[in-house]
């Protein structure tokens, strides 16, 4: 009969991280996990989403480390979410982008649940599910020249990975209302004031700092650290609980979407996305034949219902 195997933390070379850069010590107690895609201001892909989940789990398991710091690489960006251009080659199927994320939530159920502090070095623009992940951290430490910013409604997306679940206990429900819905850039002072972030520091200060804080919270005694921020997650627990299996299933539904598809063709084509047009899809007033001139056909259709002429594609349709 086998010996039972234990979970046990990981020399971090062993892990062969490719996505993500992750270093501890036992002397300072720290643990860091860095977003390596610098090319791409440390976007999201599925292989970078499952490096950081074994990341923050291998950080759970050493009872050597008791400050986990998690940050961007280059000084660009912290993390301005998904990879988009990932995401247009998944688009075909609603079952890819559910794959997709179920990595992003089983990284976040192992960051939020890793039994100790943890505090997001934000380096740089922090944009989209990089929000969600600095707000899933305990702390923040923010550079003075980055921002904040939500982009989901104009990128054919919903920000149900945190956002929507967990700014109205961050900062209230009309705050929370105008972040995600004005999709506008949140200042660095803003966030400060607001309580989205705890300190923003000169960029030269900002490993100091975050250094200062590591070393507080070193100085806590790790069982009852741990239960504190049990007792602190209760509130994003339950409301993450009851709203992100349902947001998993309509993203990746919508994930094949026309607006979706559309929103992703603008972003990479640099214009904005063809509002207008959409709504006359939505309205169902955006198909028309051209063989036959009936009008007001479904936007799902790709046959014209009464000669069965192929319909142009719905967005390029003008009024």
Known sequence: MSEPVEPRAADPPTLRFEKVRYAKSATSGVATVT???PEVL???DFQTLRELGRAFEDAAWDDQIAVVVVTGAGERAFCTGADLDEQ????ATSGQYWRWMGAFIEMHDRLRHIGKPTIARINGICVGGGQELQLACDLSVMVDDGYIRHVGPEHGSVPAGGATQWLPIVVGDR????ILMLCEKVSPSQALEWGLVTRVVPRVRLDAT???L??????????????TKTQLNWWRDLVWSQTVPHARDWLAVH???????????AFHEKRPPRY?????????????????GAVGLPAAHLFCGACGAPLPPALQERA
Not at 256 to 265: F, L, P, S, Y
Not at 276 to 292: F, I, K, P
């Open 214 to 227: 590591v070393e507080s919270l070193r100085r806590k005694l790790p069982e009852t650290m741990r239960y």
């Open 35 to 37: 977003i390596n895609r």
């Open 210 to 212: 975050v250094g200062e």
């Open 88 to 91: 247009a080659r998944m688009g």
């Open 255 to 265: 994930s094949t979407a026309d607006e979706t598809k559309e929103a992703v063709a």
């Open 276 to 292: 207008e047009a959409l709504r006359r899809v939505e309205a169902g007033s955006g198909r028309t034949c051209e063989r036959c």
């Open 175 to 178: 705050r929370a209302r105008e």
């Open 42 to 44: 440390n976007c999201f």
